[in-house]
């Protein structure tokens, strides 16, 4: 699909579950959920180095090794 379109989707899906942690942790019962919240977490921080990867790769095909 490209990594343009890759990299929005990881954004996209972390921004979602960060949005989803926030609103557990706004809920005022995060202590009973946790393991959500870290699970969560983990996912976010998944999802954002996965979608770095593919930026990282979008970069150098955007500007050449002559222009660097």
Do not use: H, M, N
């Not at 990867?53 to 979008?58: I, K």
Request: proline share 1%.
């Amino acid at each position: 699909i490209g990594r343009r379109w890759t990299s929005v989707i990881f954004f996209a899906l972390a921004f979602a579950a960060s949005a989803f942690s926030l609103a557990l942790v706004l809920s005022g019962v995060a202590g009973t959920k946790s393991k959500a919240i870290r699970w969560l977490a983990f996912t976010i921080r998944l999802l954002t180095s996965c979608s770095w990867c593919a930026v990282q790769a979008w970069g150098t095909e955007l500007y050449p090794t002559d222009i660097r």
